[in-house]
């Protein structure tokens, strides 16, 4: 995919960014010289069937228990919006 | 104010100091220094001093504790991606100017205990993100060795303060070279531990299977002492290893080693890559005169290091871009008022966009491109496979080597503002720290020697896997060797 203004446009929109119209040539400039540099990859032999599974490390787990848990208002201190117990966003859902 | 933590206890024991005078000294040297230098986001002024009085008393009442326990009452600071309850902790960015935390990072909990004092919280690059320490909201922090070159980064308010004698130590983060890169620009030492030592908890996140927590200090022993009392088991991080704390300290005070007891390995290739003339001058007569001193060096191969700087900056912002999604403004974070945005997505476009300086928004993006439908294998999978070559290019060079020897940069401190609008220039500068993160290997950058324009040049020791004894064993035997003892003007 060629690196233009209209994927890097894409790309802030998945990541929900928004890049300031001034600044959305240097991004896109950054952003092949970077990827290119990244094809270096290509050179690499992929031998391996190594799949996700096996690249993955495998972490510790532990019961899903309870040991320790902020209280509400401390969940809450550094939220802007809030309402009551509650962080505070707007209405995702329509009413019928 | 260039003492170590040894100085510093010895000082406390023979009661040429109390721990409140001290700490005044220091926060007088902040005062003096700091408005230049920019190292610290915050000084606990008031806290650390009342804090030191209480200990002031404990002395007197059993000065025993000295004896057990060395951390008691130095004066160190944080980098400020450490949690410290009721404190602000910013991550160098603007998303958290305001956010207070409600818990202690592990880190923090841990050096609690010893009673060390903590004077504040050092600058980065927003989010760890940049060698320079110059994508923080709070401004560059400057080198003291030349105010008008950059400490690197992105541990660079520690490694500057740590340098300029505004704190015995610091506690800083190293996801691709962001504590032995700073520690080497910065004239001090560095170190880097194996990963899984350090729990990751209250550690705010960038890249989670290459972060990892360790200290900058002024001498090898001084970051034994940290390591063992930062280091072992955190139920808390999955990624924690269960092993007990490291005991390095007492095992570098047995002096019962020599560096002509180890096998040192240079990757000479690697080192093909355009190092600075002085840099390699000096390098190569270091390695003279260990083998003029009897000491075993030969020559590694590590053929696929050279990928390592494109397979970091694949998996960094690709791990980057899921830990930074976390803010979005509603739980914590910069947040607009929710009644002036169309929708909830624009309320999440407006907070980020208002909350994140551009070398984030840029690794965020890179991060969601590598793993966008249609270029996960080609990218994620992809590099992955090459860390895993890494590794096992490293694991045969350990069959023959006990450490393994580098510049810890290719280069000397780079101006202010020479790289900031050249990210890719940036990322190369790491490419001789990033190899140890991608094999999760303990590595350290001590002093060499100074350049001629007098700026410091670093030496960097790798080891093997948990190794750490054998690694600062070498350190400690190199430190000796080379004798550096200049402090910066700044």
Same mark, same amino acid.
């Given at each position: ?29 950054? #952003? ?53 117990? #509650? ?10 | ?5 040894? @100085? ?7 009661? @040429? ?31 650390? *001093?009342?804090?030191?009085? +209480? ?23 944080? /980098? ?76 660079? =308010? ?43 908890? =209250? ?24 390591? @063992? ?27 019962? *080693?020599?560096?002509?007891? *180890? ?24 390695? /003279? ?9 030969? !020559? ?27 803010? !979005? ?69 350990? +069959? ?36 140890? +993160? ?38 400690? =035997?190199?430190? +000796? ?10």
């Amino acid at each position: 995919m060629p690196v233009d203004k209209k994927l890097v446009e894409k790309i802030s929109k998945l990541s929900r960014l928004n890049i300031d119209e001034s600044k959305i040539n240097d991004f896109v400039s950054n #952003f092949e010289e970077i990827l290119n540099y990244i094809d270096l990859l290509e050179q690499v032999p992929d031998n391996s069937n190594q799949n996700e599974e096996d690249l993955i490390s495998d972490y510790a787990t532990r019961d899903d228990s309870i040991i320790e848990k902020l209280s509400n208002d401390e969940v809450l201190m550094n939220a802007k919006n809030k309402d009551g117990k #509650f962080f505070a966003v707007k209405k995702v859902i329509d009413e019928e | 104010m260039y003492k170590t933590i040894e @100085d510093i206890n010895k000082g406390y024991k023979k009661k @040429d100091f109390k721990p409140s005078e001290l700490v005044s000294e220091y926060l007088s040297e902040i005062k003096l220094k700091d408005q230049k230098l920019n190292s610290y986001t915050e000084v606990f002024e008031d806290l650390v *001093f009342s804090h030191a009085q +209480n200990l002031d008393k404990e002395i007197d009442s059993d000065n025993s504790i000295l004896d057990s326990n060395i951390l008691f009452g130095i004066p160190i600071a944080l /980098k400020d991606i450490f949690l410290v309850k009721d404190l602000i902790c910013t991550s160098g960015s603007k998303m958290l100017e305001n956010y207070v935390s409600n818990y202690d990072s592990k880190v923090y909990e841990s050096l609690k205990i010893t009673s060390c004092l903590l004077l504040g919280k050092n600058n980065m690059d927003e989010f760890a993100m940049g060698s320079s320490t110059e994508t923080s909201y709070h401004g560059p922090t400057l080198n003291p060795w030349d105010l008008n070159r950059v400490p690197g980064g992105s541990s660079g =308010g520690s490694a500057s303060a740590v340098a300029a004698g505004l704190a015995c130590a610091s506690i800083g983060t190293d996801t691709g070279g962001s504590i032995r890169q700073p520690a080497s620009f910065c004239g001090i030492v560095g170190l880097k531990p194996s990963y899984g030592r350090v729990s990751r908890f =209250g550690m705010i996140a960038f890249s989670s299977s290459l972060d990892q927590a360790g200290p900058l200090c002024r001498t090898v022993k001084d970051s034994a002492i940290l390591l @063992d009392s930062i280091s072992g088991y955190d139920s808390k991080d999955s990624t924690c290893l269960n092993l007990p704390p490291t005991n390095c300290y007492t095992e570098l005070c047995k002096n019962d *080693f020599n560096l002509k007891d *180890f096998t040192i390995g240079i990757p000479s290739k690697l080192l093909d890559i355009g190092l600075d003339r002085e840099i390699k001058t000096n390098f190569d007569s270091l390695i /003279k005169e260990l083998i003029s001193n009897g000491v075993k060096v030969v !020559d590694i191969e590590l053929p696929n290091a050279k990928y390592s700087v494109a397979t970091y900056y694949i998996i960094a912002p690709c791990e980057a871009s899921s830990n930074l999604s976390r803010f !979005d403004g509603v739980r914590y974070g910069h947040s607009t008022d929710y009644k002036n945005v169309k929708d909830l997505e624009e309320f999440y476009i407006k907070n980020r966009s208002e909350g994140f300086g551009d070398e984030v928004k840029r690794r965020i993006m890179l991060g969601n491109y590598a793993l966008s439908s249609g270029y996960y294998d080609a990218y994620y999978l992809k590099a992955n496979k090459v860390k895993e070559m890494i590794v096992s290019d490293f694991n045969s060079a350990f +069959n023959n080597v006990d450490c393994i020897l580098s510049p810890t940069c290719p280069e000397l401190p780079f101006n202010l503002g020479e790289k900031k609008n050249d990210p890719l220039k940036m990322y190369l500068s790491d490419i001789l720290t990033i190899p140890a +993160n991608l094999a999760q290997l303990p590595s350290i950058s001590i002093p060499l020697s100074l350049s001629k324009n007098n700026l410091p040049i670093g030496l960097q020791i790798t080891g093997k896997k948990l190794d750490e004894n054998t690694l600062l064993k070498v350190a400690n =035997g190199l430190e +000796n060797l080379i004798g550096f003892s200049a402090t910066p003007k700044g």
